[in-house]
């Protein structure tokens, strides 16, 4: 890293180019020139269209599928800044992938979470900025600074405005954590909103699969409000949805889940869910024709447009945590 010159840039390569501009918007200023293709054998190729010596210049990407190629993108982009004497680097990764590779849960497997974040840094980046890891002890992994953005704001902020909206009580409400391994996450979320918590505990056999075993809590008559990080193939949503209503005799299952990775059969089973709502941040992009009836987006361009003013500006970013 060498010293950076007045005025940043904000670049994107092709995963995150509608949520940069959108971060562009929010800046006042346009989003930079570059192009990122491939050759006939799949190769990524990088192209800036402007100097970016000495300045301080932001790469928008999330590794979101096509992971490998997503990935790809991001480094040879940050590469080829590098190579270009750009003076500080930040790789703007909404949504990190590889992070459900964070340990190894069984003998000979490798720690990939771990692996990407040495990629990145061999890559140039001098320092990090993404939302809601999916484990936080991934900002470990870094050996340059990471900012850690939480989506659990502009979900409070949706049902502070609903409950308003709607005359509703907080008391008519319950948070539930979908898995053991949610529970902080939820509970900060309930005590955020001054409700109660109830967990699902299930049991995943393997991968993608996916077996509810027990409702923790009394969530009778109330509107259920799930928060989780990332909603994959919606198994375990909409089964812990299915078990709330049936054998919780919930009023109703709303989802707020930060990454809607939304793979296979994801679209299909949320539709037929007994969700009532399926509420996604637009860290990953959801085209408006494969959202349905029940995907709603919340837009997370301001929250990381905040964040880059302040690392520009070499300000605290405490605030953006809130």
Same mark, same amino acid.
């Given at each position: 890293?060498i ?7 904000v670049?994107?390569?092709?995963a ?57 993108e ?5 590469? +080829?800044?590098r190579? *270009? %004497?750009?003076g500080?680097?930040?790789? &703007?990764? #909404?949504?990190? @992938?590889?992070?459900?590779?964070? =340990? ?26 993404t ?32 409950? +308003?909206?709607?005359? *509703? %009580? ?5 948070? &539930?954590? #979908?898995?053991? @391994?949610?529970?902080?996450?939820? =509970? ?21 699969h ?6 923790i809590g ?19 949503l ?23 990775v939304?793979?296979?059969?994801a ?7 007994a969700?009532e709502?399926?509420?996604l ?17 919340l ?24």
């Amino acid at each position: 890293m060498i010293a950076h010159k007045s005025g940043g840039k904000v670049f994107s390569a092709n995963a995150s180019q509608e949520l940069a501009e959108g971060i562009c918007k929010e800046l006042g200023i346009s989003l930079s020139n570059n192009h990122v293709t491939t050759f006939a054998d799949g190769e990524v190729c990088v192209w800036m269209d402007e100097t970016v010596r000495g300045q301080d210049v932001f790469v928008v990407q999330s590794t979101c599928k096509p992971v490998n190629n997503n990935l790809m993108e991001l480094l040879v982009t940050i590469d +080829a800044l590098r190579r *270009a %004497s750009a003076g500080r680097i930040t790789a &703007v990764i #909404p949504y990190f @992938g590889y992070a459900r590779q964070d =340990r190894k849960s069984k003998g000979r497997d490798p720690i990939t979470a771990k692996l990407v974040a040495n990629m990145i840094t061999a890559a140039g980046a001098d320092r990090v900025l993404t939302m809601d890891l999916h484990a936080p002890q991934i900002q470990g992994f870094f050996d340059i600074p990471l900012d850690h953005l939480s989506g659990a704001p502009l979900f409070v902020k949706y049902f502070q405005e609903k409950l +308003a909206r709607e005359g *509703a %009580s907080p008391e008519d409400y319950i948070v &539930v954590s #979908p898995d053991v @391994g949610s529970v902080s996450r939820a =509970r900060a979320f309930s005590q955020s909103m001054r409700m109660d918590l109830a967990i699902v505990d299930k049991r995943r056999p393997q991968a993608n699969h996916c077996e509810v075993m027990n409702v923790i809590g009394d969530v009778h008559g109330k509107h259920c409000v799930m928060l989780d990080d990332i909603v994959d193939t919606a198994g375990s949503l909409c089964n812990a949805a299915k078990a709330l209503m049936e054998l919780g005799g919930a009023a109703s299952v709303t989802a707020c889940v930060t990454h809607g990775v939304l793979s296979g059969p994801a679209f299909e089973r949320i539709e037929n869910s007994a969700l009532e709502e399926l509420v996604l941040l637009n860290t990953i992009p959801v085209a408006p024709e494969q959202r349905g009836t029940k995907i709603r987006m919340l837009d997370v361009a301001p929250t990381f447009a905040k964040a880059i003013r302040h690392i520009y500006e070499e300000t605290s970013i405490s605030d953006c945590f809130n």
